[in-house]
T-cell receptor
Framework: GAVVSQHPSRVICKSGTSVKIECRSLDFQATTMFWYRQFPKQSLMLMATSNEGSKATYEQGVEKDKFLINHASLTLSTLTVTSAHPEDSSFYIC???????????FGQGTRLTVV | GQNIDQPTEMTATEGAIVQINCTYQTSGFNGLFWYQQHAGEAPTFLSYNVLDGLEEKGRFSSFLSRSKGYSYLLLKELQMKDSASYLCASMDSNYQLIWGAGTKLIIKP
C-alpha cells in the first residue's frame, strides 16, 4: 500500500506555545488529506478535510483559528495547534487519499502532550 | 442521522474464530471499511466491501449486506498479535468516513 509519513510521532510542549505536525504522502499524490483526533479508548474524530490548494473544511465544533491546516502541495499537509492548552493533549492522526481512489492511508499518528 | 454500531469489547481464545459485527446507517453509501488499531498506533487498513457478499483475505474475511446495513469481520486461527481494536467505518455519499467506536478484541491463550 501507499505510505504516509507523519512527524513527529511524539511531542511535549508548554501551554501557550504552538506545535506543527506534518503529514507527507511518500509515493502518491495526496489530493485530499484528513486530520483526525482520537481520545483514549474512543474512535477517530474527523477535525477537517483539506484539498490541495484549497482552504480546509472544518467539522462543526473545531476551531479553525486554533487548528491551522495547510495543504500547499500534493505531498504535504500540516496541522498547527496554536496556543496549546493541556486539553489539546491527544492523539492526532492524518490520512491521505489520491484523487479517484477510495482508500485513504494513515500516517503513524502524533501523541501531543501539553504541560 | 448517521450511526455506526459495533460491540465495545470481545474476548476470544488463541487459535479460535471470532466474528465482529457492525451495523451502519449513513447518508448514502460508498463502501464499508475495517481497520485494525493497536494501542497507541494509527489504524491500518484491513478490508473494503462495496458489494454484497464475503471477501476473504488470508485469515481475515469481511462480509457486507447493504440491504441490512450490516457487516462483519471474521478472524480465523486467532493469534495473540490480533489483540487490538477493530474499527468499522462506512463511507457516505460525500465520500466521508463515518467511524464506529471500535471493538476491543482480547485474545487469551
Amino acid at each position: 500500500g501507499a505510505v504516509v509519513s507523519q512527524h513527529p510521532s511524539r511531542v511535549i510542549c508548554k501551554s501557550g506555545t504552538s506545535v506543527k505536525i506534518e503529514c507527507r504522502s511518500l509515493d502518491f499524490q495526496a489530493t485530499t488529506m484528513f486530520w483526525y483526533r482520537q481520545f483514549p479508548k474512543q474512535s477517530l474524530m474527523l477535525m477537517a478535510t483539506s484539498n490541495e490548494g484549497s482552504k480546509a473544511t472544518y467539522e462543526q465544533g473545531v476551531e479553525k483559528d486554533k487548528f491551522l491546516i495547510n495543504h500547499a502541495s500534493l505531498t504535504l499537509s500540516t496541522l498547527t495547534v496554536t496556543s496549546a492548552h493541556p486539553e489539546d493533549s491527544s492523539f492526532y492522526i492524518c490520512s491521505a487519499k489520491e484523487g479517484g481512489h477510495t482508500e485513504a492511508f494513515f500516517g503513524q499518528g502524533t501523541r501531543l502532550t501539553v504541560v | 442521522g448517521q450511526n455506526i454500531d459495533q460491540p465495545t469489547e470481545m474476548t476470544a481464545t488463541e487459535g479460535a474464530i471470532v466474528q465482529i459485527n457492525c451495523t451502519y446507517q449513513t447518508s448514502g453509501f460508498n463502501g464499508l471499511f475495517w481497520y485494525q488499531q493497536h494501542a497507541g498506533e494509527a489504524p491500518t487498513f484491513l478490508s473494503y466491501n462495496v458489494l454484497d457478499g464475503l471477501e476473504e483475505k488470508g485469515r481475515f474475511s469481511s462480509f457486507l449486506s447493504r440491504s441490512k446495513g450490516y457487516s462483519y469481520l471474521l478472524l480465523k486461527e486467532l493469534q495473540m498479535k490480533d489483540s487490538a481494536s477493530y474499527l468499522c467505518a462506512s463511507m457516505d455519499s460525500n465520500y466521508q468516513l463515518i467511524w464506529g467506536a471500535g471493538t476491543k478484541l482480547i485474545i487469551k491463550p
